[in-house]
T-cell receptor, first 117, second 115 residues
Framework: AQKITQTQPGMFVQEKEAVTLDCTYD???????LFWYKQPSSGEMIFLIY??????QNATEGRYSLNFQKARKSANLVISASQLGDSAMYFC??????????????FGTGTRLLVSP | DTGVSQDPRHKITKRGQNVTFRCDPI?????LYWYRQTLGQGPEFLTY????????KSRLLSDRFSAERPKGSFSTLEIQRTEQGDSAMYLC?????????????FGNGTRLTVT
């Protein structure tokens, strides 16, 4: 069974600094997708970044980048130049590609990020 | 793109009562999902619709739960004979047809409290 592990319940970072949120995964499927979502206190889940298991390069989206280490089964999110508005819960999620096109995601337990001035 | 809309935002009900939640997806999205999120956990998949067809249901979805998407547009999730364990945030999401990495667009959720 697929599983996502986020070992950091909470992280603190100062504004303008970079922060790495850890995510490890377990799957027997050779083809899968990895996602990061942000959940502010309002409750809405906001898509940040996607990495496919066969993608050769690490995904980047603005200040977000995904440090994908396939052999270690890790998909850490790096946020550069943190902003106060980045304070939120961050969830790592995985989709096994036997469900291609169908987003049955398995989520981790999340990491709460607090950005201080 | 007006986003995914869910109603109500909050629902407090007594154990044993029935509740119904509504989700309006992004208009051009034909795929709709329901997830449930309990305190301190990530969302868990409940069910999936492609147009009006319900194609997948989680084992989490007991017989007391029923979801519909009658015309392939909005969806409802009904919980009958609510139990305290049903207290959670119910999240609706939609996505477009396409590659498997089409991201889910989530609504703000309906927070259910069963007393």
């Amino acid at each position: 069974a697929q599983k996502i592990t986020q070992t950091q319940p909470g992280m603190f970072v100062q504004e303008k600094e970079a922060v790495t949120l850890d995510c490890t995964y377990d799957t027997s499927d050779p083809s899968y997708g990895l996602f990061w979502y942000k959940q502010p206190s309002s409750g809405e889940m906001i898509f940040l970044i996607y990495q496919g298991s066969y993608d050769q390069q690490n995904a980047t989206e603005g200040r977000y980048s995904l440090n994908f280490q396939k052999a270690r089964k890790s998909a850490n999110l790096v946020i550069s130049a943190s902003q106060l508005g980045d304070s939120a819960m961050y969830f790592c999620a995985m989709r096994e590609d036997r469900n291609t096109g169908f987003q049955k995601l398995v989520f981790g337990t999340g990491t709460r990020l607090l950005v201080s001035p | 793109d007006t986003g995914v809309s869910q109603d109500p935002r909050h629902k407090i009900t007594k154990r044993g009562q029935n509740v119904t939640f509504r989700c309006d997806p992004i208009s051009e999205h034909n795929r709709l999902y329901w997830y449930r999120q309990t305190l301190g956990q990530g969302p868990e998949f409940l069910t999936y619709f492609q147009n009006e067809a319900q194609l997948e249901k989680s084992r989490l979805l007991s017989d007391r739960f029923s979801a519909e998407r009658p015309k392939g547009s909005f969806s409802t999730l009904e919980i009958q004979r609510t139990e305290q364990g049903d207290s959670a945030m119910y999240l609706c999401a939609s996505s477009s047809t396409g590659s498997g990495n089409s991201p889910l667009h989530f609504g703000n959720g309906t927070r259910l409290t069963v007393t």
